[in-house]
């Protein structure tokens, strides 16, 4: 089927096979398309059909309370049922050459491990190696659960063979109650991706905030991982608050250690505790990392009172705390185009 695309600056054409959803059948294509979530919360993609007939997979996706009009549509959850011409509102540029283009491609999950009771770490095995770009995300379908989840990439290596993920168990979630409740180690998963412009380049020659909030720290990690790669913290600071209710509720603060022991004093990593003060144990076991209490953004925007000088900042993590975040940013006079985020919704 034929997908025609008018944007306000040009128009596309591109083809679609049964289900596929348009937002993935375009950026296939590398088409720009506009989204954030890619997974029907957020209403960043919406369209309006202009002539032909779409199915909606989910009608009651939460980014419908963004449509004005009966003629529109989420593009990440809607699939062509015939030729279809549509409108996109904004400005929608080809994907630029060294930006990876988005594939569907299968896994196999090789391992999943328990890293507190309710965040668990998976390895996903795949199919063909892949390049993404540090700070991206990718959509994960399981067999048996309709639609799919976005998780932010861990790890970071060029034509990665596998890619790990840790996902914070929402109780009653429908991934969730999958992964928490069966032994999912060798089942196969769809994926869709890479996704998402919260990226990080060594050719960006500014300072890296990080604010995360649980398993927002995920997509930290791969941006740290691939920053300590090139050394690049021997020139630029690197900040990072990773936030969680209690001690009990963090993880991989050995990996956090061995990364303050490999790039030195110019990474700063601080434990937030929104719920308790650190235990004295809590500094013997991880001298190299500080700890504080508070919600990550107040945490975070009392450490960097007057450090935003040439800062690019990423935050991650539930909504209200990335809004909270963006706020102490601006209240900083931090700029807009230096505050990159992926909302977990
Ligand atoms: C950019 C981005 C990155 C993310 N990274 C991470 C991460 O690294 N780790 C992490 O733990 N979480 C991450 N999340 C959140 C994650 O995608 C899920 O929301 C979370 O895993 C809970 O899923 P659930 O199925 O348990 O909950 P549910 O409430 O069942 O579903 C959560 C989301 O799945 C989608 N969904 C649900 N039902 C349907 C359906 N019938 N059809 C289509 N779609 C459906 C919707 O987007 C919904 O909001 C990220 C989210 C985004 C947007
Ligand atoms: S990108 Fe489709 S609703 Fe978020």
Redesign the pocket.
């Given at each position: 089927m034929k997908i025609q695309v008018n944007a306000r600056n040009r128009a596309y054409q591109f083809e679609t096979t049964e289900g596929e959803k348009i937002l993935y059948a375009g950026l296939s294509e590398a088409i720009g398309l506009p989204y954030?979530?890619?997974?029907?919360?957020?209403g960043t993609c919406k369209a309006r059909l202009v002539s032909g007939e779409v199915i909606d997979?989910?009608p009651?996706?939460?980014g419908r309370k963004y449509l004005k009009d009966d003629d529109e549509f989420l593009m990440c959850?809607c699939a062509a049922k015939t030729d279809v011409s549509i409108e996109v509102a904004s400005f929608v540029q080809p994907i630029e050459a060294d930006v990876c283009v988005p594939a569907a491609m299968k896994g196999v999950i090789s391992s999943a491990r328990l890293l507190t009771p309710d965040v668990i770490h998976l390895q996903v095995r795949l199919n063909q190696p892949m390049e993404f770009d540090a700070g991206q995300?990718m959509l994960v379908q399981a067999p048996g659960?309709?639609?799919?989840?976005?998780?932010?990439m861990v790890n970071h290596q060029r034509e990665a063979e596998s890619l790990e993920?840790?996902?914070?168990?929402?109780p009653?979630?429908?991934?969730?109650?999958w992964l928490f409740n069966t032994d999912c180690e060798g089942v196969e998963v769809d994926l869709f991706g890479p996704?998402?412009q919260a990226t990080f380049y060594p050719s960006l020659a500014k300072n890296v905030l990080c604010i995360a909030g649980?398993?927002?720290i995920?997509?930290m990690l791969s941006i740290l991982s691939r920053a300590a790669q090139n050394d690049y913290f021997s020139q630029y600071k690197g900040d990072v608050f990773f936030g969680v209710q209690t001690l009990k509720d963090a993880f991989f603060l050995d990996e956090f250690s061995k990364l303050r022991t490999l790039c030195g004093d110019n990474l700063n990593v601080v434990i937030a505790l929104s719920k308790e003060e650190a235990p004295a144990s809590a500094l013997n076991d991880h001298p190299q990392l500080k700890f504080d209490t508070g919600y990550v953004h107040d945490v975070a925007g009392r450490h960097m009172q007057g450090g935003y000088q040439n800062v690019r900042a990423y935050l991650?993590g539930p909504p209200p705390m990335v809004d909270a975040a963006i706020r102490v940013l601006l209240q900083a006079r931090m700029t807009t185009d230096n505050i990159c985020y992926?909302?977990?919704?």
């Open positions: 954030e979530c890619a997974s029907g919360t957020c997979g989910w009651e996706a939460p959850q995300f659960v309709a639609g799919y989840r976005g998780w932010s993920f840790i996902v914070k168990k929402k009653g979630g429908g991934i969730s109650e996704l998402g649980g398993s927002g995920a997509g991650a992926d909302k977990f919704s």
